[in-house]
């Protein structure tokens, strides 16, 4: 199983570093050697150290170090450092750090960062990292990829919004001027994003293309392998249906959160019409009808409406002298 499709990585190699033809050729006068130096011919297999999840064409004779680095079940991705034997040419794949991350917003957690298209994402890699080895880092120039961003790898997220961009820099690398070129490729789904490609190099100007081709030639040499495929499937899914899990309980935990407060709040309110009926003397009084009567004076047990509208209290069970008296039922707080 390849990791990218030819389609894609002739797209990578199309750009990145602008650098005139006049002026390449007055770079290849003042520095003969690295002009010279040929494309690289022989290749040699690496596979991952760490889960054996994939092996990729590496230049021979070049010193490579990385591996599949794992962040957790579903956050996981291919990082290598390719460095040429006279360590003018530095190849980037990946990285280390989060590649998924949550869009700011409630229960989101500790890796929510807002989302950033792929010329952002390349440019604040860039800035970031690539002054560890390229002193005097001054950016040059940056374009979006939307031909990068609705090929290949949008496939992999049909759904998600896609985001892909180069960044270029000058640099100093190995003491002598070179220039950076990084691409990223984003997609964001729901209230999830993450990066689905981060590539780049560092080179003389004048070998850049050589540093693409290779890779170039590396991307379309990777292989998951098929067993370790199956095997991240399976994870996959166990975490998916763990998460399922939680949301269900963290729903049903919301529900009886909601619920327990709303059971609070009719408690208050009892509580306070009972203690506010205790101030005021008064309470609230149906009769046979379902009529409710509200502010009603209850300073004594009995209550009686009469037939012009008069609300009256007595002591005992009697009603007021008279015909026509109807007894009130008190309604308890609400």
């Not at 990385?66 to 794949?93: E, K, Q, W």
């Not at 004048?206 to 370790?228: C, F, G, Q, S, V």
């Not at 101030?279 to 004594?300: C, E, I, M």
Request: charged share 20%.
């Amino acid at each position: 199983m390849k990791f990218w499709t030819a389609t894609l990585l002739s797209a990578l190699i199309s750009t990145g570093c602008l650098q005139g033809r006049a002026a390449q050729a007055s770079a290849a006068n003042t520095n003969r050697v690295d002009a010279q130096a040929p494309p690289v011919t022989q290749w040699t297999r690496f596979d991952d150290p760490n889960e054996k999840a994939f092996y990729i064409d590496v230049p021979a004779g070049w010193k490579t170090e990385g591996g599949l680095v794992r962040r957790n079940a579903i956050d996981y991705s291919m990082f290598l450092r390719v460095l040429s034997p006279d360590a003018s040419i530095l190849l980037i794949l990946g990285d280390p750090g989060p590649g998924l991350f949550a869009t700011p917003h409630f229960g989101a957690g500790g890796n929510a960062r807002p989302y950033l298209p792929g010329e952002s994402l390349a440019r604040q890699y860039a800035d970031s990292s690539l002054p560890e080895v390229c002193s005097s880092l001054t950016f040059l120039s940056g374009a979006d990829r939307p031909d990068i961003a609705n090929g290949p790898l949008s496939y992999m997220t049909p759904y998600a919004r896609h985001d892909a961009g180069e960044v270029n820099y000058s640099c100093m690398h190995n003491g002598k001027p070179a220039r950076a070129y990084m691409l990223a490729v984003t997609y964001m789904y729901s209230v999830m994003w993450g990066q689905s490609l981060l590539a780049g190099c560092i080179a003389p100007a004048e070998r850049l293309d050589d540093a693409k081709k290779t890779i170039r030639h590396m991307l379309e040499n990777a292989h998951y392998d098929p067993a370790w495929a199956r095997r991240q499937q399976a994870s996959i899914n166990s975490a998916a249906a763990a998460l399922n899990r939680a949301t269900l309980a963290q729903t049903k935990y919301s529900e009886d959160l909601r619920a327990n407060a709303q059971r609070q709040m009719a408690e208050m309110n009892r509580q306070f019409n009972s203690f506010n009926d205790v101030l005021t003397q008064t309470a609230t009084f149906t009769d046979a009808s379902g009529a409710v009567y509200r502010n009603v004076p209850n300073t004594k047990s009995y209550h009686w409406r009469g037939t012009d509208g008069r609300i009256v209290e007595t002591a005992g069970p009697n009603p007021p002298p008279g015909s026509g008296w109807t007894p009130l039922q008190k309604l308890p707080n609400q």
